[in-house]
């Protein structure tokens, strides 16, 4: 199982990036997650493609989107109206199918490796 994640970049406050997550294979459940420098690792988005479902953290809702490619197996991430507190390096995650614990780190047994998000 393979998640690449991409789409990174450094760009100014008020801006905008998406990133993409490449999936080896169709999972029902996959998310974002980031983590900054000294800081535990924080779910951002998650979304249920079947179920046609997705949810946010506080921090970001409104400003961001997920979304999913089936055909692709890949998970995009939006970012809108960036601020300097959404830097740092963005890991995708997947799963199998469960509404419990989106922001669980422990919920996903398959992680990316991570793309650096800069914003100043």
């Known amino acids: 199982v393979q998640l690449v994640e991409s789409g990174g970049g450094s760009v100014r406050a008020g801006g905008s990036l998406t990133l993409y997550c490449a999936a080896s294979?169709?999972?029902?459940?996959m998310a974002w997650f980031r983590q900054a420098p000294g800081k535990k690792r924080e779910g951002v988005a998650v979304?249920?493609?079947?179920?046609?479902?997705?949810v946010y953290d506080d921090a970001v809702q409104g400003r961001f989107t997920i979304s999913h490619d089936t055909a692709e197996n890949t998970v995009y991430l939006e970012m809108n109206t960036l601020i300097p507190d959404d830097s740092g390096t963005y890991i995708c995650?997947?799963?199998?199918?469960?509404?419990?614990?989106?922001?669980?780190?422990?919920?996903?047994?398959?992680w990316g490796q991570g793309t650096q998000v800069t914003v100043s």
């Open positions: 995650a997947a799963d199998l199918f469960s509404l419990a614990s989106p922001w669980n780190v422990g919920r996903y047994r398959y």
């Open positions: 294979r169709f999972f029902p459940c």
């Open positions: 979304i249920y493609p079947e179920a046609n479902l997705s």
